[in-house]
């Protein structure tokens, strides 16, 4: 596979499932390199199987596609007349095609995240707009005079006054209700100063429809400084009275996110986390009784993160998605706990949709060598079904109870990419487990390069992943592409440490405040163990690379081995105690290290790379964004500087329009060549 392969392969963005169970819809992304674009349409394929065809094809894209709950039209977004708005158009059901779109809303605050209420009278989005302003000409004139304006100096009042890759500026997300046959959209949060829902890179939506329509659940932060909070909670709001205000119903410290109604409107489902402050908290799956006004959490012990979930038709059963030893799995439970079984084994499964029926599971699927698909799972109910057979030997705690659902059948139903994959040499991947400091059990994986003899000797890529809370395992990504860094003749080698999800919460907290410890002899000693166990590494050229946290890892191994012939560090932390006082989100320091650099500035101190610096001699190719406000780019510089002082063979490169992650096309392949033209100087 080449870059350029990569390029080619059509993006599966975000599903629907229309009401009759008939037909699923689906978003994808065709990039084109040579004109730095990616542009997103809508396709659709039957739940009974056949070809995939696209829907909608405007220069601009389109995405968010849903079914009205008749089935008779679609909504979706696209900028095809400007800014993002919402589109309606008519939908045959019998052939699967739609008729002519036309416009419903022309908000100068453009709209994002619609979804239909549940008679498909109205439609629920969200918009960007002043609090203060009641109307949108009110936020059309401001956004002019800013944009006229020759000042563009900002006074900031409070923290969390950039996020991600912005500036937020006075605008604040908020719900608003509009017509189906049109009319003037209504706010739902006036002169609400706080984001509804929060800021998120995505998942499952902050807000949802009572089945009746009259009510809505929506998730709020409603802290006075959010840049140190993570606790948004769950809030209703009747929409038959104009006068009603949100009623609070989560009680956890933590953040409460997600909410979805059970079908027959008893409960509401949401996933929560039970710590304040700390954004890695396991989610949790909790259910509330909406007339005995009562939280109960089904699965007390299951000790793995809730991603997503999604209700049953029957209200019953609940159908969720984890991580677990390198993949994301799905299964199912009652409500009230009992029931649970694994439906899936291997691959990353999301975006969780039930048939009306019941009997069919639609979700996206992706491994390690195939981007992401719609997938088809066909459940049946089991009686007696052993939970051992079902969940296998390493059965996460809390899978005790005997399992009563079952997948009898599981199908692909788009083929998006099929035609170039065929065509791509793409290495399995192999697991491995080793044992590290404190008697625990960590989990490795290793890709061969193709064409892979076994005879030779192979330099390696030692890969880094982020987070530190993230995982690698059986998924696909565009950023850091495991089978690309294989593809020109390495072996590729990745190690999920302390902190890692998917094994659990303990091993989760093993990174809290000691980011250079325990987690970096995990890694170390998976590195360890793949050279004594496959001959074919060549230990004598190897490079390591990481990202977020992986480039902290990576800046940390500059000052504490030698063993690696180069270095890769892509928007690292080079000084904890400068990255306090520039990031964006200052709830992440402050739990990762303890409290604040004048609270702790011991342990700010103790896992800093850049003390370290006269240790430094590895080659580095250092990678940041200007954008990126999660870890400012001063970090990259303060890195590059030390190393130029220092004599370290080092090289920057330079993004001044990424941010924490490098997405536009052209930008990627830089990064891409860039990256493997210096692990190649170092290790061939």
Known sequence: ???????????????????????????????????????????IVPTAGGESRALTAGMTGESRGRFAPDGKRILFESAREGGQQIWLADFDDEKGMIGEPHKLTSLSTDTDGATWSPDGKQILFTSAVYPYCNDDS??????????????????????????????????????????????????????????????????????????????????????????????????????????AKPLKISTAEGGDHSPAYSPDGKYIAWRSQSRAGYESERFRLMVYDRAAKSI?????????????????????????????????????????????????????????????????????????????????????????????????????????????????????LSHLNDELLRELDLPEMESFFFPSVGRVRVQGFLIKPPGFDASKKYPVKFLIHGGPQGAWGESWSYRWNAELFAANGYVVIMVNPRGSTGYGQTFVDGVNGDWGGKPYFDLMHGLDYAEEHYPFIDKTRECAMGASYGGYMADWILGHTQRFKCVVTHDGMFNPESAYGTTDELWFNEWEFKGTPWTNRAMYRRWSPML?????????????????????????????????????????????????????????????????????????
Request: aromatic content about 10%; hydrophobic content about 35%; proline content about 6%.
């Open 1 to 43: 596979m080449t870059f350029e392969d990569m390029m080619k392969m059509r993006r599966l963005g975000d599903i629907a499932v229309s009401p009759d169970g008939r037909w699923v819809m689906f978003a994808a992304t065709d990039v084109d390199l040579a004109k730095n674009t990616r542009t997103s349409h809508l396709w």
């Open 138 to 243: 009110c936020n059309k004139q401001h956004d002019e005079e800013k944009a006229q304006s020759k000042v563009k100096a900002m006074v900031f009042t409070h923290l969390l006054y950039r996020h991600w890759n912005v500036f937020t500026g006075d605008k604040r997300s908020h719900l608003f209700l509009v017509g189906a046959e049109g009319g003037t959209p209504r706010d739902l949060n006036p002169g609400d100063e706080h984001d509804v829902p929060p800021f998120s890179l995505g998942g499952p939506d902050g807000y949802a429809f009572s089945p009746d329509g009259k009510e809505i659940a929506f998730e709020e932060n409603l802290d006075s400084v959010p840049a140190i909070s993570t606790n948004s909670d769950i809030f209703t709001l009747r929409l038959d009275d104009a006068n």
């Open 296 to 412: 109960k959490e089904p699965l007390p012990t299951f000790d793995r993160w809730v991603d997503e979930f999604a209700w049953a038709p029957d209200s019953e059963r609940i159908y969720f998605a984890y991580g677990d030893y390198g993949q994301v799995r799905i299964d199912s439970v009652q409500k009230d706990g009992t029931h649970l079984a694994r439906l899936t084994k291997s691959g990353e499964y999301g975006d969780l949709h039930v048939t009306p029926d019941g009997k069919l599971l639609i979700a996206s699927r992706m491994t390690v060598r195939m981007p992401g698909e719609v997938e088809e799972l066909e459940l049946e109910k089991k009686q007696q079904v052993t939970a051992e057979r079902l969940h296998g030997p390493e059965l996460p705690a809390g899978s005790e109870a005997s399992a009563a659902y079952a997948v009898v059948k599981e199908r692909q």
């Open 612 to 684: 370290t610096e006269t240790n430094m001699k590895t080659p580095t190719l250092v990678v940041h964004g200007q954008l990126d406000y999660r870890l400012d780019v001063s970090e990259g510089y303060q890195l590059f500087t030390t190393l130029q002082r220092m004599k370290v063979p080092s090289k920057m490169l330079y993004f001044p329009d990424e941010g924490h992650w490098v997405l536009k096309p052209q930008n990627s392949q830089l990064w891409y060549k860039t990256v493997n033209d210096w692990v190649d100087e170092w290790t061939k």
